[in-house]
């Protein structure tokens, strides 16, 4: 093996994980036959537009639509629109688009058919205000939700409860047509009201829940925005309601599904692979702490797996920011992860997000070696500090150790993946 192989390994392992999810390998054997109808496409999330290209492809009968990604994701459809708007934290650009597509579904019958197309990213994308809640005041409820250390359901509960499209809202505006759910999970537990919030399904959960949330994590709510929770005027449509009797869903990618590919390239390469789980949560740097003592264990004793191995993960981590520094959930998981290795032999890894973005960087992640505390400290870099300063991202790129893919035009969540050799 070459010295550049746990690297390239690393790497392969990423590719594999975020090619099982593209659009055109999920998208075509879920498609229907078309409606006697007409056929109406929406959608939003940061694989949106690259899902309608595919639809487009491989669909016979009439079509138009309007789908919402982030900025620099959009690619080239014909019969469906594709707008570009913010993300993570949303902007003017989105609450338009997400009041067109309101309004796109209005006036169907029975014999229509709506296509919708979901995955991560699309709460940010579909800003639409409730009642009584500006624009503005969603933009500093969603920044305050990011700093929180809230985990993703938490922080699209509250989401769901001040919009006006989220949590089921769009599935009932179809209402009588047919619609059809085609989601790719960005979320631990592939919850569908999870998923950008569920515009098209049904929500359980209670304004009350949302106004537990915001206190349990101190969220300083704007007057209106207390008020539509308070009220229960924010209530979202809830499960058995008749409006959405014809919605179907299909999970097409999922993160299991891609720690799936990565093990498979895994096996090929030699290595034994362990998938420790898809859906694994809590703050990143506890995260890190706990995958290093389970590397530690192979390393040293060979339980539970002789190496060499490769330990796959996916999920959601969180980050409590104390710090002012550039950071990600994974550039945290992977800084707290080298602290606690201290430099131990053998033992490389990888994290990042399968759509390319960590945090508000256009980083997807980072790769971490045996040398990486000692090539810090040769820099004056001190990793403690940056870690406490939440300055992932500066870390990794003075190191030249940044993992940048671009867009990658879909979005499992995140992976992980440590090799023990």
Not at 123 to 133: I, N, Q, R, Y
Not at 189 to 210: E, H, K, L, Q, R
Not at 242 to 257: K, N
């Amino acid at each position: 093996m070459t010295s550049s192989f746990p690297r390239d390994l690393l790497q392969a392992l990423f590719a594999a994980a975020v090619n099982a999810a593209q659009p055109e390998h999920c998208i075509p054997r879920f498609l229907p036959a078309p409606p006697r109808g007409r056929t109406r496409v929406i959608g939003a999330g940061k694989a949106s537009a690259a899902m309608a290209r595919v639809l487009e492809q491989h669909w016979p009968g009439e079509l138009s639509g309007l789908v919402v990604t982030r900025y620099g994701y959009a690619v080239p459809c014909e019969r469906i629109e594709i707008v570009e708007a913010a993300h993570p934290v949303p902007d003017a650009a989105g609450r338009e688009a997400a009041g067109r597509m309101l309004a796109r579904v209005q006036g169907l019958g029975p014999d229509d058919l709506v296509i919708c197309l979901i995955s991560g990213g699309g709460s940010a994308l579909l800003p639409l205000p409730g009642e009584g809640v500006s624009l503005e005041d969603k933009q500093a409820i969603n920044r305050a939700l990011l700093k929180s250390g809230a985990t993703i359901s938490e922080m699209n509960c509250v989401r769901r409860h001040l919009s006006a499209i989220k949590g089921g809202r769009l599935a009932a505006a179809c209402h009588p047509a047919r619609v059809l759910n085609l989601l790719i999970s960005d979320v631990p537990g592939d919850n569908p009201m999870d998923i950008a919030s569920g515009p098209t399904v049904a929500d359980p959960t209670t304004c009350a829940d949302a106004l537990e949330i915001v206190r349990r994590y101190a969220i300083d709510l704007p007057a209106g925005a207390r008020a539509l929770l308070e009220s229960g005027r924010g209530e979202t449509v809830k499960p058995g309601d008749p409006r959405l009797a014809r919605v179907e869903t299909h999970l097409i990618a999922t993160p299991q599904m891609a720690l799936e590919a990565a093990a498979e390239v895994a096996r090929a390469a030699g290595i034994t692979p362990v998938l420790l789980g898809d859906s694994i949560e809590g703050e990143a740097r506890d995260v890190g702490k706990v995958m290093a003592a389970i590397a530690l264990q192979v390393k040293r004793h060979g339980q539970p797996v002789a190496a060499p191995c490769v330990l796959l993960s996916g999920g959601e981590t969180t980050v409590t920011v104390r710090g002012n520094g550039r950071g990600g959930r994974n550039v945290e998981f992977l800084l707290s992860l080298a602290v606690a290795l201290d430099g131990a032999a053998g033992i490389h890894a990888v994290a990042g997000d399968t759509d390319g973005v960590d945090g508000l960087e256009e980083v997807a992640g980072a790769l971490i070696a045996p040398d990486t505390l000692s090539r810090a400290w040769a820099k004056g870099i001190r990793p403690r500090d940056s870690l406490d300063n939440n300055d992932g991202h500066g870390f990794f790129e003075a190191l030249g150790d940044s993992l940048v893919t671009g867009p990658t035009l879909t979005n499992v969540n995140d992976f992980r993946a440590i090799l023990i050799r």
